[in-house]
C-alpha cells in the first residue's frame, strides 16, 4: 500500500537514494500510445540535481532505462518497468549518520518503525525516490495531452508572488533557476536561495499548480474526491506540509454570498472560488492549487543529534544538499498531478453509462 | 473507490439525504471489543442537526441500528453493518431543486458525470452522509483507547484563536454551541454564526484536531504517509478546501535553523514543528492539523441558479441549513482521524518483524 | 478485504445467519441503469428456502429492500445499498450448539481464530450470507443484458449427466425441483437427495455453468486472469471444493494435438477446449466451468462433536438443512459468475486505448 | 490490478519475453529478515529452462539482480526490487510469429483487446513471467520458514500415481527430472514426456501440492477464502485448467457421513478430507491440492495458424519447448503457495484483538 499510488493507473516504486538503482512499475496504461521518450528524460532532466547552481550538486545523469510494457515504440497494456541506476554509490560519505538520528529527518522514526534502517543519504526517505514519480507523471501526461498542466514556485521564504495565476506568462517559468513566472520575483527568489544556502541554512516555499483544459466529471463522490485525491499526491510528496485549492484557507474567512461562484449560461462560472472541482467533481474550470514545503531539514552547519545510545552530540552534515527543495519540487507536483488526472480520466470511463 | 475508506479497517457507506435510509460497513474491526453503544450515540448527538441554534433544524433522530458484527456486545471480526433511517423525506420540499442547479454545489458535477441525480437535498453530495464517518469513526475510537482525539473549532470568519493548544482546556470544548475551547470566543463565535443566518448567508471556518498519547511507528514510508491519509481524510469531507499538518503554510516562510526539532535525550524533541510526524511516520509528539471549511453554498436569500436548459434563474432556497457548518464537523473531523489511526495501527501490525 | 469482492464493481456484504438482518453494498454500478427489480427478487426466490420438498424448509420470505443508489428506477451512480430482514431468528434453537464444535464445520476454525464466534446457525459462516451475493449478481446481470449466464446440476453423488452442455434445452432447468437440464436425471437426483434426506445424511453434487454470447477481451493477463477471477468466485461459495473450465481436469490427460482449438477464418474456434479463454482473456467462444460441492456438514443424525473443553460427545443436529445444496446454489453461481463479468466488463473500458 | 499479486505482501511484476527484463517489487515484507539469497537462486534454477533433457533448451541463467529493500542481508520493510536480464533476445527469431495467431495462445486475444502485441516468444503471455513469481515466492517462504511445502508431479498424460502423498517420500523428488516422489513412476513419466517431444507434440498432467506444519487461522470467511486465494494463485499460471482442495471433485460424489472430519479431543480430525480448511481458515490439518496443467499449446509440428488478414495458412513453430510444463511448474506452485501464506499471516496479525 504504502508504495503503489493510484486507482487504475497505478505507479509502483522502490528504491533508496544509494542503493543500487531507483524504479517502478506502471500498471493500468492504455494500449496504443507512442511514447515520447524525450519529453520523459525532458522531466527528468528538470529534477535532476546539478541542473543549476541553486540545486544540490550531486553527481546523477538520472537516465531512465525502460524494460517493459513498450513495442516499437508504442504501451502494450502491459505493465511499464524501468530502473534509474543510482551513479553516486559511496557508501563510506555516510558513516557519519550510521548511529545518529538528524533532526527533524525520518532516521528516528525509520528506525523505531523497522528497527533497522538504510542510513546512506537517507535510504528509502530521501526524495531521491521522486524522480520514479516524475517518470511515471511523464507517462501519465502523454495519457492527457489535451489537459494542461503548470506549476511553478510562488513563494520562498517571505517573499511571494502576489499576483494571481492568470496575470503571468507561463513560458517565463523554465526560463529561470527558481522556475518562477514573474521574471522580478526569481531574482528575489534566486537571491534568497543563494543567501541562504552560503549560510549553510534552509529554507521553505510554497508551489502553485494550475490545470487547465479541464474536462468535467473527473473526481469521485464520496471518499475519493478530485481535490482529496490531489491532496494525497501532494502530502505524500517529502516536505510537504500543507496542501490548498481554490480559495483555500482564504475561503474560511468568506461569507456564501462572496465564495458562492455564480453561473454563466454555458455552465462555466464567473469566479472561480471552487478551484474546478465541486462536490469532488471537476466542474470544467482550471483547478488551481498551492502547496506548502518546509524548510529541508539537512543543514550545512553544526546541529544536535540524538546518537543511538541517546546522547546529544553536535555534529555537522557532509555532501551536497538543496538548500531550497521548492525549484526541484516543481516538476514532482507536476508528475503528481498529472498521475492522478490520467487515473482519475480512466476511472471515469467505468461510470459512463453502458 | 469512492465510497470505501481504508486500507485494513475499511467503512463503506451507502444513502442519500433524502432517501430511505443512510448506513455503512465496517469492515476489519478485530474480534473482541466490547462496544460502547452509548458512546457510538453520544458521538452521533454531537453531530446531528436541531442540537442547539447555531446548527440547521432539520428533524433527525439520527439513531443508529446495528444490523451484524457484534455478538452479546462484542466485535466478532465479521463487518459491522448498520444503518441510520432517514426520518424526513417529505420529497416535494426539493420540487424547486429538480431542475437547477445551485451555485457552488455538486448539483452540476452530478448531473454532468451521472446524467441524473437525486436531487433532493443534494443525494449522495449532502453532508448527511458524514453521521455513518461519525459511527465508524466512534467504533475506530473505542480500537485505540490510548489515544486522544480532540478536535475544536479555532477559526469563524475573520475571527480566530491565537493561542496554541497547549494554552486550552478541552473540557471546555462541548459546554458551548461551537466547539470552541476559548469561553470568551466561543461567544464571539456564535454572535457572528446566528447574525450570518439571519442575514440568509453563511460563512466559513477553521478546524484545529490534536492528537495526544500517539504511539510512534504509525504511517508507511512513501505514498501512504501517515499525514497524506489524515490529509486525504479531512478533504474528503464535504466544503474542505485546505489541510495542514505541523508548521503547515507558515513553516514555508521559515528557515532550517528554526524549523528543525531540536532532540531530548529521550527521543522526544524540545520543539514540534514536525506536527508528530517525520518522514510520514509518527514519531511520539503530539499530532496536530487544521481544516479550513469553505462557507456553505446553501443561503437563505435569493440566488441565480442556472436551470437544466440553460437559463440563469433568480431563486430562493427553502429549507434548514447551517449558517456555519464548523461546529457539527467537529466531530466528524474527530472521526476521520480515528479511522486513519486506527487503520494505520493494524497496518503497523503487519510490519513488525515475525 | 474479506467481504468485498470485485474490482471496479465491488460487492460487500455483512449480516449473520440468525442476526437482525443480513446486506450489502454494490458500489461501482453506472449511472441511468433502470432497474427490473422484479428479477431481482426472482433470483432471491430461486436461492431461498422452502421453495420445495428437496430444499431446507426454513421460513423466510428474503425479501430486499433497497436503501439508495436507485432514483425513479434507475441507478445513480452511487453506491446501492440494502437488507434483508432475518425473519427466522428464535435464538434459543441453536443453544445445544453454543458450546461444541460440529465436524467439518467452520465453528472450530472461527473459535480458534476470532476466540469469539456467533453460534446460532453458523453465524456469518452460513450460506445465509450468500443471499446478498444474489442481489448483487441480480443487477450485475441487468449490467450486461446481452450476455447468457446459466448454471444447472450436473451430478448429485454419483449420478452424472454424461452429454454436454449443447445437447441440453436450458429451459427444463427451472421446470424441476434440481434444476438439472435432462428431465430423467433430474427425477433421479430429486429421489436420491430425498432418500439422502430420508436418513438424515448429505451428499454432494457438481454445477455446469455455461456463458454464452460472451464478448472477445474480457480479464486480464497475469494475475488476474478471467478464470482465475471466476475460480476464486466459486471457491468462495460456501461447500465447494473444485473448480474446473474448458478441459479441466480432462485436459490434463490430454496431448497438445488433441486439445489445441484449430481456428476458423472469422477468430472461432472449431472446438473449444480452451473453454472461452486463452491467455487469460475471452476469445468470444462460450465459457464453461464446473463447480464441485462437498456434501454439506449439518446432519440430522448423531455425530460426535468437540466441546470447548475439549471433549467428544455423541449429539444431534436439529434444525431444518438442506440434504444436497446444489440446487439451491444454482442461482449463487450464476450471480457471481455475472459479478465476475459485469466486473471485468468495466475494467475493460479503462483498457482500451484514449 | 492484473499485475499485483496479494493483499498485504504484495508482488507486482512486469517483462516479457524476450524483452530487455522481466522483473518485480516485493512490497510489504516486514523488516529484519535475514535473506538467503542462494536459497532464492536455487529456486530460480529448478524453474529454469536447460536445467535437463525433459525441459526447453532455450538459454537463460536467470540470474536475479536485487535493486533495493536489503540492507546488509537483511529486509528493511521498504519495497524489494528486482530484475532479471533476458539473455536471449534474438528478435528475429520470432518474425514468423509476427502476422499469424497460434491456436489456443494468447495471441489472438491479446490482439482482439489491446490491438497491439508484443509477438516475440509470447510477449507478456510467455510463462517466462512466472520467473519473477518464482523469486517473490522464494523470500514469502523465508518469511514462514515453519511452515513446508511441497509440490510434485503427480500425473503426466493418463499416467498418474495412485497414492497418497502420506506414503512418499518426499526427499526423492529433486532426484528425478520430472519431480515425481516415486522413482519407478518418475521413469515412466519420463519416458512419456521424451516420446512426446520427439514427436514434437505436448502433453499434461497435474501437480500436488502439500503444505505441512499449518498454523490455525489464516483465511478469511467470506470472499477471500484460504482456499479461494490459493485457486486464484493456481489458475492464474499459464496453462492451468483446474483446481482441487481436500477432497476435490470425489468429494461431490460423497455422502456427509462419509466426508465430515471427525474430532480428536485436541482438535485434530481423524480423516482430512477438508484438506486442512473449514469454513476458509485452515485448522492447523495439512492443506492438499491439486492443480491440472493442459499440454502447452506450442507444438513443434505443422499446425493450422490464423493470420492476421483472416486466412488459415499451415506453418510450423520453431525454437524450443517444453513438451511438457509440469516439471518446472512444480517450482512456480510453490511460489504462489507461499506467497499466499506469507500474505495471509500478515493478514491474520491485523485481525488479532488489540
Given at each position: 500500500m504504502s508504495n503503489t499510488f493510484g486507482n487504475i493507473l497505478k505507479l509502483t516504486t522502490f528504491g533508496e537514494s544509494h542503493g543500487t538503482a531507483i524504479g517502478g512499475v506502471l500498471d493500468g496504461c492504455p494500449a496504443g500510445i507512442s511514447i515520447d521518450f524525450e519529453a520523459v528524460?525532458?522531466?527528468?532532466?528538470?529534477?535532476?540535481?546539478?541542473?543549476?547552481k541553486v540545486v544540490t550538486q550531486r553527481k546523477e545523469s538520472d537516465t531512465v532505462r525502460f524494460l517493459s510494457g513498450i513495442f516499437e515504440g508504442k504501451t502494450t497494456g502491459m505493465p511499464i518497468g524501468f530502473i534509474i541506476e543510482n551513479e553516486h554509490q559511496k557508501s563510506s560519505d555516510y558513516d557519519h549518520l550510521k548511529d545518529v538520528f538528524r533532526p527533524s529527518h525520518a532516521d528516528f522514526t525509520y528506525q523505531q518503525k523497522y528497527g533497522i534502517r538504510d542510513h546512506k543519504g537517507g535510504g528509502r526517505s530521501?526524495?531521491?525516490?521522486?524522480?520514479c514519480r516524475v517518470v511515471g507523471g511523464a507517462i501519465a501526461k502523454q495519457m492527457i495531452p489535451n489537459i494542461k498542466i503548470t506549476a511553478y514556485t510562488s513563494s520562498v521564504g517571505n517573499l511571494h508572488l502576489d499576483k494571481s495565476y492568470q496575470e503571468f506568462d507561463f513560458t517565463t517559468i523554465e526560463k529561470n533557476t527558481v522556475r518562477c513566472p514573474d521574471i522580478k520575483m526569481a531574482q528575489?527568489?534566486?537571491?534568497?536561495?543563494?543567501?541562504?544556502?552560503?549560510?549553510?541554512?534552509?529554507?521553505?516555499?510554497i508551489i502553485t499548480c494550475v490545470v487547465q483544459n479541464m474536462p468535467m466529471g473527473l473526481g469521485e463522490p464520496?471518499?475519493?474526491?478530485?481535490?482529496?485525491?490531489?491532496?494525497?499526491?501532494?502530502?505524500?510528496?517529502?516536505a510537504v506540509k500543507g496542501f490548498e485549492y481554490g480559495s483555500g484557507?482564504?475561503?474560511?474567512t468568506m461569507l456564501g454570498?462572496?465564495?458562492n461562484d455564480r453561473f454563466n449560461e454555458d455552465g462555466t462560472t464567473k469566479t472561480n472560488f471552487s478551484g474546478g472541482i465541486q462536490g469532488g467533481i471537476s466542474n470544467g474550470m482550471d483547478i488551481y492549487f498551492r502547496v506548502a514545503f518546509k524548510p529541508v531539514a539537512t543543514l550545512l552547519q553544526e546541529q544536535e543529534f540524538l546518537t543511538t545510545s541517546g546522547n546529544i552530540i553536535t555534529q555537522q552534515n557532509k555532501g551536497r544538499h538543496d538548500a531550497c527543495v521548492v525549484p526541484r519540487a516543481v516538476p514532482i507536483?507536476?508528475?503528481m498531478t498529472a498521475l492522478v488526472l490520467a487515473d482519475f480520466n480512466l476511472l471515469y470511463k467505468t461510470q459512463k453509462t453502458i
Open positions: 528524460q525532458h522531466e527528468l532532466d528538470r529534477r535532476k540535481p546539478g541542473q543549476s530521501s526524495a531521491r525516490e521522486t524522480a528575489q527568489f534566486e537571491n534568497l536561495i543563494l543567501a541562504t544556502k552560503k549560510q549553510g541554512n534552509s529554507v521553505g516555499g464520496v471518499f475519493n474526491k478530485l481535490h482529496a485525491a490531489l491532496g494525497s499526491a501532494m502530502l505524500s510528496i517529502n484557507f482564504e475561503g474560511a454570498t462572496q465564495h507536483v507536476e508528475a
